[in-house]
């Protein structure tokens, strides 16, 4: 009997209307701040007024997020926020790569078929395409599930924040970024020919009008936290820049300078902007538009000044009016109470070695050379003269193949191996590729993320784990990220807007949970995702 009227329940529970749905918003805004710390909002955000500001103030904020992996890297970072899976899952392991089949490192989205299309006029030499990425993206999904075809745009000043937010192409898809060279481009994989409206943009807003400019503190002096001109800080260590090249003309130099300071960002909101106006994103009553934007001048003025720095600060003060001008733009153009955003960042970075604190155990730099040596050194008594190494990439170090066979038949010269690494101050684990095979239980937290981080085609046959505040010796990036401590690994997320509750909420999060939970919003299925939905953040939710 009770089982009878249970049944009776739940035929009378389905026979009720459901109720009415909430319109999904009609576009969806992707903010990925490339290097942003977690602890940014603290520490700065006092120095904000207007588009950072209201979205940490307004938004539905998850403080304690991070990377659930070990090799925090902009490509493996922006596609898992794009896809909501994980780099042992969507492919993207690293910024690069050694393909053994092409006998060759590669970057994550090298495509050798695809051919740069300029914009504006420039001159494109690069060839990109997102055939490495091996899952479907948030922006796919919504184009292929949607019954009106979704407009999708994706710009960033890097090919591999660009292409790996927006995923496959599509006629509605528009992706944008600029080359070395200092052109705006984009890759045949998405057009053959340059957008009329990109190209027009791009013409009237070349990067080489910016040659000569100034880039000078926002705020007053006495609004920046730390000292300026610390150790350890590129030159030129104090403000002003200037945006020049030695050589007096806008070339690839110029091009550097450019890409490392706010105004690449300006740029980045600028043409999003252009585009929102000339596509009429978000303004199609029961359609849904997708927005992805990359701003990558903080990682770049943060490798080379730090994170502490008055130019990160800076950075982000004026990163905060160009989203602020962006959203305002929005709110007259699609609605308030139509978009929704979500903010996160790919990593976030370690504090310049010079300046890590007391306290620290040890702080410091090494080169890829001695660490090659140490390798050599080992080796060479128990399986003969090398090279051993066949190349290094990263946290990911390759052997001959003469080299493993050797290795299989000799399990002390592994050991002997990681014990001679393990004994370099900078190396804190060393992990061979069979020790990385997600059946193995473990109740190692740091061999779990590295499980995360690892594809037998594209991962070394060792890997190895950066000691904290070390990291390998480099003119270009003076400090970096990569590892999965927590200065690399703890970045915001926050969603806003449309669908939104707002708060705080002190639940486990990571980056790969921001797919998921759009996707919920927008009522789409996500068929390989390893991020959850983070409830709490959705209006109506319980």
Not at 175 to 199: F, I, L, Q, R
Not at 358 to 369: E, S
Request: contains cysteine.
């Amino acid at each position: 009997m009770r089982v009878r009227l249970l049944a009776v329940a739940a035929l009378l529970i389905l026979a009720q209307p459901l109720s009415a749905q909430p319109t999904p918003p009609r576009l969806v805004v992707v903010l990925v701040v490339d290097q942003m710390r977690a602890d940014y909002p603290t520490l700065y955000g006092h120095q904000w007024t207007q588009g950072l500001r209201r979205i940490f103030e307004t938004g539905a904020v998850f403080p304690l997020a991070e990377y659930p992996y070990a090799l925090t890297v902009t490509c493996a970072g922006h596609a898992t926020i794009a896809t909501g899976a994980l780099p042992a899952t969507h492919g993207m392991v690293g910024n690069e790569w050694y393909d053994r089949a092409l006998g060759k490192q590669v970057q994550c989205t090298e495509d050798a078929s695809a051919e740069s299309v300029p914009l504006g006029g420039g001159r494109g030499v690069e060839r990109h395409g997102p055939t490495y990425l091996r899952v479907n993206t948030l922006a796919d999904e919504l184009r292929a599930q949607r019954e009106r075809p979704s407009t999708i745009v994706s710009l960033s000043q890097k090919p591999r924040s660009a292409l790996t937010m927006a995923g496959r192409p599509s006629p509605t898809t528009y992706v944008a970024w600029t080359e070395s060279n200092g052109s705006w481009a984009t890759s045949s994989t998405y057009t053959k020919a340059a957008w009329p409206t990109v190209d027009r943009w791009a013409a009237a807003h070349p990067i080489s009008a910016d040659y000569g400019r100034t880039w000078d503190r926002l705020l007053p002096l006495d609004q920046y936290r730390f000292v300026d001109d610390a150790a350890g800080e590129g030159e030129p260590r104090t403000f002003p820049h200037r945006l020049i090249s030695p050589n007096g003309v806008p070339d690839n130099a110029f091009a550097t300078a450019w890409s490392r300071s706010p105004v690449s960002d300006a740029a980045i909101g600028a043409l999003a902007q252009h585009l929102v106006a000339d596509l009429n994103m978000g303004r199609t009553p029961g359609g849904t538009d997708y927005l992805a934007l990359g701003f990558s001048a903080l990682d770049t003025v943060g490798h080379r000044f730090g994170p502490h720095s008055h130019e990160v600060q800076d950075t982000l003060a004026r990163l905060d009016r160009t989203i602020g001008a962006l959203l305002t733009m929005l709110d007259e153009t699609v609605g308030r109470d139509q978009y929704v955003i979500a903010l996160s960042a790919d990593h976030g970075v370690s504090p310049l070695p010079e300046r890590v604190g007391l306290g620290t155990p040890t702080a410091g730099r090494y080169t890829t050379a001695s660490m090659r040596a140490v390798i050599e050194t080992a080796l060479t008594p128990l399986v003969g003269e090398g090279p051993h190494v066949l190349t290094s990439v990263g946290a990911n170090v390759y052997l001959q193949p003469a080299t493993l066979e050797h290795l299989r038949q000799r399990p002390e010269a592994r050991a002997a191996v990681a014990q001679a690494l393990m004994a370099m101050p900078a190396i804190d684990r060393v992990y061979w590729a069979d020790e990385l095979s997600p059946r193995i239980a473990t109740d190692d937290a740091v061999l779990r993320m590295t499980r995360r981080s690892f594809v037998p085609e594209h991962s070394g046959d060792l890997v190895l784990i950066l000691s904290p505040f070390w990291m390998s010796q480099s003119t270009s990036s003076l400090t970096t990220h990569g590892t999965p401590w927590g200065y690399d690994t703890r970045v915001p997320v926050v969603f806003a807007g449309a669908g939104i509750t707002p708060g705080r909420y002190l639940v486990p999060a990571t980056p790969a949970d921001i797919a998921p939970t759009l996707a919920a919003l927008l009522g789409l299925t996500l068929p390989r995702v390893d991020g959850q939905v983070l409830v709490p953040a959705l209006r109506g939710a319980k």
